[in-house]
């Protein structure tokens, strides 16, 4: 099967990316999987420090995507374009699953 675990993320929630990468990172051992994680933060900043994290635990077979929005927008709209971009992803890459 190939499955495709995909988030939103944002540097505020950043308190508890760490944790949930070194997580993942478990799973992918167990169960392969691609993992695509969809920044709404504004600016390019924070996929660097995501990007030491999955170093740091061995994160495989992941893309960080940055979405260059209206940094007004409340973050609930936020969310919803970065969960659009990850489905369409789901649609495009042939997956059978998408956690």
Wanted: glycine letters at 6%.
């Amino acid at each position: 099967m190939k499955i495709l675990i995909g988030t939103p993320i944002n540097e505020v929630k950043d308190y508890a990316m760490e944790r949930w990468l070194e997580n993942v990172a478990k799973l992918q051992n167990k169960y392969p999987a691609d993992l695509l994680m969809v920044d709404n933060s504004i600016d390019l900043d924070y996929i660097k420090k995501v990007e030491g994290y999955c170093a740091r635990y061995g994160v495989r077979n992941y893309r960080l995507e940055h979405l260059k929005i209206d940094p007004t927008l409340h973050s609930d709209r936020k969310v919803e374009i970065s969960q659009e971009t990850i489905r369409q992803e789901v649609l495009a890459g042939s997956y059978d699953g998408w956690f």
